[in-house]
């Protein structure tokens, strides 16, 4: 069971008071989108070994969803961050970089 | 012959008399026996039957990892089958029964079993029970249940009267382990000023240090025991339990901790069991080593057992497993079983030992005592069927095609070495290195489980890291380097000296003798529990089994309840010598949580009866309750499917509500709906994007159906908007579906239109929302006065504030049934008086309560779709004849690119209509449309099925709603849906809609 800090509250908490919500920094695709497109944005996740980018809730405590940096085998956590972000923050990024360095980045 | 012993004991209390029962016939122990102790101490060394072969069965060890002495426990609500004697303490009228024989322990016919061993090699359930097909269910099922297999599951019908609870704990620092190690690691880290958390899993701490003599500052181990625990447990900074088993480790140092508290005193009224859910900064293992057998024919006959076990049994309960023992090793620590024995007056007619060179301080010690030793020799196999009566002795390189030597002996002590305790640093992705000098696995301190910041959460010491000599020094470092973690000036006192006599290496031998014809590997247990074989393994490699996982699960080694403890290492090794490969290279199977099993109990806790789940009440459940409500559970909610009077059916209850509600007045409580207030300069935006048609538009004042779709759009919900003024909305959704919306909500608001200015409440316990449903609704609440509730004033689908009957209110004219409804939204708190002044008013009028079948049954009539009846996550709004409701004007909303795929749009999906049974009689639920033909899979082709289907009391007849195949194209068409058993019913497709079509009742 994994310990998380959400970053809105504050608060570290056990997984049980979150909910998860998939890979992060995901782009929607609407109507006008090729098959290609919408098959990728519903359908295709990268599932890593290692470094990734995942969607959680607070959903038992203040309820906001933010982002967190995580590595799926060590389950090492290198951060957490607001939802309201279109890709990792750069100190989270060096971070990994610095741990990780055969990583290839995020995209 | 297994006695007790006239003096010695260190954990026994002979004052203490203790009366037990073994299959009925009476036996006493002393304080301080386990329940395995005490039988051997009555000489009673068959205590069960093997699970294939029904093999006689005695004690092999003295702990965890004993794999035989498993027994059922208890009378009654409180049987528990497999049970270990050797961690049950002995109590006070204690009732303990032998398992898997028939008839009896001592005469087993189902022994036949193995006078054709070739009979149940590895996989042979695999290889021999697969033709006919239907012999597996009524043939070849009962028989193996009847023959394999062991303790009996307790009757369906009792239930536990026990209490189990859990507790949650924080610590700096965890000690699995209450051994020298153990205590060590606790005194440094509490010395050092961190809070201590401190575990054994055994009934006395100090493990097995006093009986393997070890010296520590030059006396015996017990004393520096019993000053180091009253040292600890004067401390504020540590927390101890006794009876206490690390079961888990979890990730970020989550660890579940199995705590017997009452196991040994059944009639204390404290809880029975106790998980602890622990969080702990650091975790070292203290979990010591388990000796492993070894494998020479017949190493299963009751008298033979590790070295170690006789050694405990001996020291720690005054008990002799035999008169006359042979010990066979393969390293020095056998001996200190051997000298002890022969100290305590036991005769030891041969030490038979692997090794060609025998030499060190162990041995001599042997030979002082005149010990005769056999060097370079191995048992050939143990003369006895449910007793050892002898061994014959062979050279360890031979054959074994003859014996060298005979002995006459009671039991044997088998000593294959030792494996350290990795379990719980292996839970948690701890890697293991192979010890070749050792001949085991031990934790790799340079790949340890990473914690949440990816540094070392677990840390191993003592025995349980490899360390097999002094320990203390080691437990002392690794718990201060912890220490320092935590506060990094940290110190604490030079540990005591430990010392044990040294030890000459050890041999690894993994089949005795190392050439053994197949006779006798073919009596060479690995897994005894399980009645895996070293042929089978061996067997299982030939048939090309090369994944020790795999081989795990052909073979069964390592699956029964002891989870191999004894048999891993050894199984391997036979593996890896069969693949002919290193053992590291064959690796390990995987280790998983609990070390040993713990009970269901404990982990369900106090979640049982009226605290398994949280319940959701409305403000008028009370009265529901008090007024013959039959509950249905929605989502959590319990609502009322009918209120049943006294004498009535409950179709009888169900359809008298559906007549009040067409021909008078009714009620419903409609409390659960979903209330959600969408309000913010964006949120008419915000609900075009929710909803499949327009909601922006709506005026202030009105209401409008919607539907809701995710991104495949797929129909998620369903539901009527209100707007409440410029800048809000109130949205009903299912009542199962409100959190789930309400999330759905914030999601997309929080991370992906973070920009847009929307607040969302979930207002849905905030309200008692009623539903005033029947031709006489509007005179009723009229009654009540306060607001003009005239077909002007207040138009269907439309909504007002106000008062009625001096209660704030907001009425909805909205309809679920098709008749003229309102339906009334008070705060919660006034539901109660303001549904009791409806029933008062009414009176005259009829006025009733109506449940959830009614509603069902009321809404079929009309044609009006269940989310989650006519939709199951498959279907879309277009399917349900709910094109009308799906914008064309609006560029996007959620889950329109999905219903532009082409699936989405194939003239052959199944579509929603009505169905008429021609004979009128009710379709069952879910039923099929069958037609001619096969599909891809040789299945019957099917063409349909139901979705909702009632006893319509309006009509008189069957009524149902269904999706077909092309089903609007084909109005009047007949098909055939499958009954029970193989019987056909005819049934016509007509309009979903079967009362009222123009909608003229609920417009007046």
């Known amino acids: 069971m994994l310990l998380l800090t959400c970053p809105c509250c504050g608060i570290t908490a056990e997984e049980t008071e979150f909910s998860p919500g998939g890979e992060a920094h995901l782009k929607r695709y609407g109507p006008g989108s090729t098959d290609d497109e919408y098959e990728a944005y519903m359908f295709q996740r990268k599932n890593p070994r290692g470094v990734h980018f995942e969607r959680w809730r607070h959903s038992y405590g203040c309820g906001k969803w933010f982002l967190a940096a995580r590595d799926t085998v060590t389950l090492e956590v290198f951060g957490t961050y607001p939802a309201q972000t279109t890709e990792p923050p750069a100190d989270i990024v060096a971070r990994i970089k610095l741990k990780r360095p055969e990583w290839e980045g995020y995209r | 012959m297994s006695h007790r012993l006239a003096q010695g004991g260190r954990l026994i209390d002979r004052s203490a008399t203790v009366r037990f029962t073994f299959n009925g016939k009476h036996y006493s122990g002393f304080a301080g026996d386990t329940l395995a102790a005490g039988l051997l101490a009555n000489d009673q060394t068959l205590l069960g039957r093997s699970f294939k072969y029904h093999r006689p069965r005695g004690v092999v060890a003295s702990g965890a990892e004993e794999p035989n002495a498993l027994v059922g426990l208890g009378k009654g609500d409180r049987f528990e089958p497999n049970q270990r004697a050797t961690t049950t303490e002995l109590f006070e009228g204690l009732v303990a029964e032998s398992q898997n024989h028939w008839p009896s322990l001592e005469f087993d016919l189902l022994a036949l079993n193995s006078l054709v061993p070739q009979f149940l090699t590895a996989g042979f359930y695999y290889k021999t029970f697969i033709q006919p097909r239907a012999f597996w269910k009524h043939v070849y099922e009962p028989i193996i249940r009847r023959s394999a297999g062991l303790g009996k599951a307790p009757s369906a019908k009792t239930r536990d009267p026990d209490r189990y609870e859990q507790i949650y704990a924080f610590c700096d620092v965890l000690i699995i382990g209450g051994g020298i190690a153990g205590l060590q690691a606790a005194l440094t880290a509490a010395q050092a000023g961190v809070q201590v958390m401190l575990w054994e899993q055994a009934a006395n701490w100090g493990g097995r240090a006093p009986v393997d003599g070890v010296f520590i500052d030059g006396k015996p181990a017990d004393e520096w025991i019993k000053k180091t625990v009253e040292t600890l447990e004067k401390m504020q900074n540590v927390r101890m339990r006794l009876r206490c088993m690390g079961a888990g480790i979890h990730d970020h140092g989550y660890v579940l901790g199995y705590e017997r508290i009452t196991d040994h005193t059944p009639e204390s009224d404290a809880p029975r069991h106790r998980l602890w859910r622990l969080r702990a900064g650091q975790i070292i293992t203290a979990t010591g080593a388990i000796e492993r057998p070894l494998s020479f024919a017949g190493n299963d006959v009751p008298g033979v057992m590790l070295a170690s076990a006789m050694r405990d049994y001996l020291v720690n309960h005054a008990i002799a497993a035999g008169k006359n023992v042979v010990v066979v090793t393969n390293n020095d620590d056998a001996y200190r079983t051997a000298i002890a024995l022969r100290k305590a007056g036991i005769g030891i007619p041969a030490v038979v030992d692997a090794r060609t060179e025998v030499e060190g301080a162990l041995v001599e010690e042997a030979r002082r005592l005149g010990i005769r030793i056999l060097a370079g020799k191995g048992i050939r196999k143990v003369i006895g069927h449910k007793q050892v009566k002898g061994v014959e002795i062979c050279r360890i390189d031979s054959k074994g095609t003859a014996y060298t030597e005979k002995f006459d002996c009671d039991a044997v002590a088998m000593s294959g070495g030792w494996s350290p305790v990795v379990h719980l640093w292996s839970h948690c992705g701890g890697k293991l290195i192979w010890d070749d000098s050792r001949s085991f696995f031990r934790p790799d301190a340079d790949r340890p489980p990473l914690g949440l910041d990816g540094s070392a959460f677990v840390l191993a010491c003592g025995t349980a890291n490899g360390d097999m000599g002094a320990v203390l020094a080691g437990a002392h470092q690794t718990s201060l380097a912890i220490a320092r973690t935590h506060q990094p000036t940290a110190s604490a006192p030079a540990p005591a000296s430990d010392s044990v006599s040294d030890e000459a290496p050890m041999e690894p031998v993994w089949i005795m003798p190392r050439n053994a014809e197949y006779d006798l590997r073919m009596k060479m247990w690995l897994d005894f529990q399980n009645d895996v074989k070293v042929a089978d393994v061996q067997l299982a490699a030939r048939e090309g089994y090369q994944s020790v996982e795999h081989t795990k699960r052909y073979t069964t080694l390592g699956m029964a309840t002891d989870q191999g403890k004894l048999s891993n290492i050894n199984g391997l090794a036979v593996l890896s010598d069969a693949l002919g490969q290193p053992v590291p290279v064959t690796g390990t199977t995987t280790f998983r949580p609990p070390y040993t099993p713990i009970s269901l109990g404990a982990i369900a806790a106090e979640a049982r009866g009226a605290l398994f789940q949280h319940l959701r009440q409305t403000p008028l459940h009370d009265w529901h309750a008090a007024n013959h409500a039959e509950w249905e559970p929605v989502g959590q909610w319990r609502r009322p499917y009918t209120y049943r009077n006294p004498g009535e059916t409950r179709q009888q209850a169900v359809n008298r509500e559906v007549k009040a509600a067409r021909e008078n007045v009714a009620l419903l409580d409609a409390s659960t709906l979903g209330k959600i207030l969408v309000t913010g300069p964006d949120a008419g935006k915000f609900l075009d994007m929710l909803y499949t048609n327009m909601m922006s538009t709506l005026a202030p004042g009105k209401c409008r159906y919607g539907l ?234 099917t063409e349909g099925r139901v979705t909702s289907t009632y006893f319509s009391e309006t009509l008189g007849r069957g009524i149902a709603m269904g999706l077909v195949e092309r089903g609007p194209e084909r109005l009047g068409e007949e098909l055939l849906f499958a009954g029970a058993g193989n019987t056909r019913i005819k049934v016509r497709i007509v309009d979903p809609v079967v009362y009222d079509k123009e909608g003229a009742r609920q417009n007046v």
């Open chain 2, 708 to 941: 809701m779709c995710n991104e495949n759009g797929f129909l998620m919900d369903d539901g009527v908007v209100a707007r409440i003024d410029a800048q809000s909305f109130l949205v009903h959704t299912t009542s199962g579906g409100a959190d789930h919306v309400h999330a759905w909500m914030e999601d997309w608001l929080q991370c992906e239109w973070w920009d847009w200015k929307v607040h969302t409440v979930n207002l849905t316990e905030q309200f008692a929302q009623i539903a005033v449903v029947g031709p006489k609704a509007r005179s009723l609440l009229e009654r009540l006065g306060g607001m003009d509730l005239g077909k002007e004033a207040l138009p269907f689908m439309e909504w007002r504030a106000g008062q009625l009957g001096g209660i704030d209110t907001r009425v909805f004219r909205i309809s679920f049934s098709g008749e003229l409804s309102f339906e009334i939204a008070v705060p919660a708190s006034k539901g109660r008086a303001f549904w009791d002044r409806l029933l008062e008013e009414g009176r005259d009028l009829g006025v009733m309560p109506y449940g959830t079948e009614a509603l069902h049954i009321l809404r079929a009539e009309k044609g009006f779709i269940m989310i989650g009846d006519e939709t199951d996550g498959t279907v879309i709004p277009q399917d349900l004849g709910l094109s009308w409701a799906i914008s064309k004007k609006k560029s996007d909303f959620l889950g329109k690119r999905g219903m532009e795929r082409v699936a989405m749009t194939d003239p052959l999906r199944w579509k929603l209509v009505g169905l008429e049974t021609l004979d009128g009689s009710v379709l069952p639920h879910g039923a099929l449309a069958v037609c001619s033909g096969k599909n891809a899979n040789g299945q019957v082709r």
